[in-house]
C-alpha cells in the first residue's frame, strides 16, 4: 500500500495544474482512467480535420515531469475515514488530503431513443473517435443537439466534412449562454451561410428506429429523416443511417461519492472559497465541484477549464502555506463561428435584470485596425451596466478578428468591481496593425455612451 501526501483523483486540468504545482514540493499522484489528458477545446477541430486526432491528447510527462506519480487505474471506493482510495486494479492507495478533480460529463437527456446507436455526447476521446470514424464510414447525416460554443464548432466541422448538418436548441438564439441574441445576428446568418439547417426555440422529444437513429422527432413538429444513400460504406445502410451528438451541457462526475457523507449539490461537490469540502482534508475542484457567481454569488454553472485552473492555482498555492482564496466565476469565454470571433464575459441582459440590478446597455462599434488599414474589420461590442451604481456587470465582443484580450480586460474590470468611470480612464495602445485610431478605444467608448445615457 503506497501513501502519499496529496492524491488527485483525476487528470484533467485541474489535476494537471496541481501535479504542475505540488508534484516536486509533496509526493503527489494523479489517478486517472482516461488513456489520455483531453485538449478538449481542441476536438472539433481533430474532427474537422485540422489536426490530428492525438494532437489533443496531452503527454503523460506533463505530470511525471512534475514530479508526480500517474496512476493509471479508476478509482472505485474512497474510504474518507480511514484516507484510503481502493482502485479497479485492486490496488489501495492512502493518502493525507484528497483533491476530487473528476470532472464532467455530458447531459445525454432521458427521451425515447436515446440507447439507440448512432447517438453520442462530445467529451472524451472515445466520443471523438466514434464522431470521426462516423463521418469516415460514409454517414452524410448529422444533428447536433445544442448550440452553445462545442456544439456549433462541431456542426461548422461536419458540415465541413460534407454532412448533412441539423443544429438544435432550445433557446430563441445562439450561443444563449455567451452572447445576447442582438448581438448573435451574425453568427446566425454566418451558420446559415454555411448550409447548417438551425432549429431554434426546439428540443428532441424522441430518437426513431429499431437499432440505429433513422428518425428525430423535434417539440416543434418537424420531423428529421437520417435517409439512405448511395456509395456508404457501412454494410448495412438500412440500419446505420446518421449521428446524432448532444452538446447540450455538462453533469459532475460525483457517482463515486454519492452517500459517502460528502456534501454534493445540484451541481457538484459542495466546497468553500478555499475547496474546502465538508469533509476535513477533502478539496474539490473544477467541473466537478459547485460554486456560485462573483457577481451575484447565486450558485452558477461554471463547466470551463478557465475556471478550473484558477479554482486548482488557489488550492496548490494553500496547500504550499498561502491564504488565498476563490471570488467565484465570471464566466469569461469565447468561440470562433465561421468568420467571426465571439466572446462574452459576466452577466447577460436577462441574467442582470434576474439578479435584480437596474440594468441598462450601451454598445461601441470601431475596426479592428486603422480604418485606412486595408485588412480593417469591424469589432462590436455590448457592455451591460447597472445604472443605479454604474457598476460594470457583463460584456460581449463580436469581430472578424479574435476577441479575447478585450474580453479578458472586461473580466478583470467585472472581478474588481469597476464602475464606468474607471473604464473611461484605460489607458491603452494604439498601433495601424493592431486596433482603432489612437482616439478612440472600443471599451472607452462604450464605458462612455454609458455614462452619457445616464446623466
Known sequence: ??????LVIGGGPAGVTLAKMLGKKEKVAVIRP???????????????GLMELEKTFKKDEIVT????????????????DNKIVTLESKDIVEYDK?????????FIPPIKGADLKGVSGFKTEKDMRFVIESSQYGIKSALVVGAGAIGIELALSLRK?????????MASSLLPNLVDPEMSEPIY???VRTGIHVHLNARVDELVGKEYVQQVKLSNGKVIHFDTFEDCNVTNVEQYRGLVVFATGMKPVVELFQNTGLEIGRDGIIIDNKMQSNI?????????AQFHSGITNEILSGKLATNAVPMAKVLGFNLLGQDRTYKGFYNGAATKVGDYYVGGTGLSEA????????????????????PIMPTAKKVSMKLIFDKVTKRVLGGQVVSQEPVTDKIDILTLAIQNNFVLEQLTELSYSSQPYQSYYPAANLIVLAAEDALKKIS
Open 34 to 48: 482516461e488513456d489520455f489528458s483531453m485538449i478538449y477545446c481542441a476536438m472539433p477541430y481533430a474532427v474537422e
Open 189 to 191: 446568418e454566418e451558420i
Open 280 to 288: 476535513e482534508d477533502v478539496y474539490a475542484v473544477g467541473d466537478c
Open 98 to 106: 484528497l483533491i476530487i478533480a473528476t470532472g464532467a460529463q455530458p
Open 1 to 6: 500500500m503506497t501513501k502519499y501526501n496529496i
Open 161 to 169: 466534412l460534407g454532412l448533412n448538418v441539423e443544429l438544435v436548441d
Open 351 to 370: 441574467h442582470a435584470e434576474k439578479s435584480g440590478f437596474k440594468v441598462a446597455v450601451t454598445y461601441s462599434e470601431v475596426t479592428t485596425k486603422f
Open 65 to 80: 515531469d512534475a514530479g508526480a506519480d500517474l496512476i493509471r487505474s479508476k478509482a472505485i471506493h474512497v474510504d474518507f
